[in-house]
């Protein structure tokens, strides 16, 4: 421990570092501050409706990323979801479009135009979202919660405007992050919205506890160590690799001709265990909103039932198809990311080989049987992490505190997390300090 301080405390030892981190830290605090200004026009006092629309089931799982800025009507209500789901839609598109696929391949010029596309697709999802929340926020508050009037169009023009800036302002905040700052900004977003609800979801379960005698203390340490396992858990899931060794032919000059001999630098193809990420996640938790919306257009008795089966996110169904649905898009998002003929045409044009396997085809199928091999218990273990938050609420655990237990949001946070903290690792390699997630002694005599 004393040697993570000693690791920690020279952090501010780099300039640079240090600057990064304290310019990432002022943005952030500027995002936080904008989830609190609720839109003009609304009167902050009488939000508790759509407070409680946001308690429990998917209403939380909306207000939880966007770091409670949805349940208080807020300018940042639509978050960085829309520029996430832009994101997803390109990069989808990007395989089935072929000028999608040439800008992939163009290297940084070829970058900045998927992003311009990205910006532009997030703008005209914003225009179609923002109205959505207003109409549900004449759905859920009162009519005297609108102070410019309950059908007023000038309310409803300048709201989704509001809306809209808000949202590429959200957006310019986190490029700003990744480009001046440290860590992946949108990433890092995300995640303090997230972390925003932790105190008091921790709060309510203290009380539910303690407070009210219902299980006492002993039972929150046990729910706090069961977190933490899981916590671990995950940063496994994210961490763990299968190395591929791989050879490369050492040449030696004789004469005028060179001689390739077997047995020269040995190096690995990492192939991560999770290499989808939190994605299927996201993919499965938006399909699962579509039979709730679907059957609640209807008013028969079997679309009804439906609907609440759907919107139950604690149900059993519903954790049975959201499971389902995680494990097929794991396999479908991994076989999209994962190029293993490309990866195996870069070894044979460098001169590699994995040892035993024949270069160029027989090497692509090997790389994608063992692919398809270590993704179907990850994509089992990222499903399971995906629904433990029901689990636990069947053991008396409070919902928002269940949040946190799995699912989309702790995925994020530990990916975020370990991100951020390889990058600070690489700056304190880089000045010869011992790295965070590494003790040992002070490099800075080989300097």
């Keep these: 421990m004393k040697k993570f301080f000693e690791s920690f405390s020279n952090v501010w030892k780099i300039e640079e570092l240090k600057n990064r981190i304290l ?39 909306l207000d939880m990323f966007t770091g409670g800025a949805f349940s208080k009507a807020s300018v940042f209500a639509l978050g960085i979801m829309p520029y996430i789901s832009a994101s997803i839609v390109v990069q989808l598109m990007g395989i089935a479009i072929p000028y999608l696929q040439k800008l992939q391949k163009d290297g940084e010029s070829g970058r900045k135009k998927l992003n311009q596309i990205t910006r532009w697709l997030t703008i005209a999802i914003t225009l179609v979202q923002g109205p959505g929340y207003i109409y549900n926020l ?18 409803l023009f300048s709201s989704v405007l509001i ?12 490029e700003k992050i990744t480009d001046k700052g440290i860590g992946n900004g949108i990433s890092l977003l995300i995640m303090v919205g997230i972390l925003a609800r932790l105190p008091q979801a921790l709060y309510q379960e203290f009380t539910s506890k303690v407070t009210n005698n219902n299980g006492g203390p002993m039972l929150l340490v046990l729910e706090i160590i069961i977190w933490l396992l899981v916590i671990i858990a995950c ?77 139950d996110m604690f149900g059993l169904w519903y954790n049975v198809v959201f499971a389902s649905l995680i494990v097929i898009f794991t396999f479908f998002y ?16 460098s001169g590699g080989f994995i040892p ?3 270069p160029g085809i027989e090497t692509a199928d090997f790389l994608d049987r063992i ?3 270590i993704t179907f218990p990850g994509s089992l273990f990222l499903a399971l992490i995906a629904v433990f938050p029901a689990i636990v609420v069947s053991a008396n655990v409070q919902q928002s505190w269940a949040m946190f237990y799995g699912g989309t949001s702790l ?28 003790s040992g002694k002070n490099r800075k005599a080989v300097a």
Excluded: C
């Excluded at 904008?34 to 209403?59: C, E, F, M, R, Y």
């Excluded at 951020?420 to 997630?437: A, P, R, V, W």
């Design 163 to 174: 809306l809209t800036t808000g949202t590429i302002f959200a957006m310019w905040l986190g």
């Design 371 to 373: 692919m398809s091999l």
């Design 235 to 311: 940063v496994l899931l994210v961490m763990a690799v299968r190395k591929i060794p791989v050879q490369y032919a050492r040449r030696t000059t004789t004469g005028d001709f060179e001689q390739d001999m077997m047995g020269g630098n040995r190096q690995w193809i990492p192939l991560k265990l999770n290499s989808a990420g939190v994605m299927p996640i996201i993919f499965a938790q938006a399909i699962m909103f579509i039979p709730a919306a679907v059957a609640g257009l209807s008013k028969s008795e079997t679309s009804q039932s439906i609907a609440s089966t759907f919107s």
């Design 138 to 155: 004449y759905r859920t508050l009162p009519n005297s919660a609108f102070l410019l009037g309950f059908d007023s169009f000038s309310f």
């Design 23 to 61: 310019v990432t830290l002022g943005l952030l605090l500027v995002y936080r501050f904008g989830a609190h200004v609720t839109l003009p026009g609304i009167d902050a006092t009488q939000l508790s409706g759509l407070a409680g629309q946001t308690d429990n089931g998917i209403g939380s799982i």
């Design 411 to 438: 995925i994020i946070m530990v990916g975020v997390a370990i991100d951020t903290i390889q990058q600070i690792n690489s700056y304190l390699l880089n000045k010869h300090y011992d790295g965070l997630m590494k």
């Design 356 to 358: 035993g396997v024949k």
């Design 334 to 349: 991994t076989a999209i990311t994962v190029p293993t003929n490309k990866m195996a045409d870069d070894l044979k044009r």
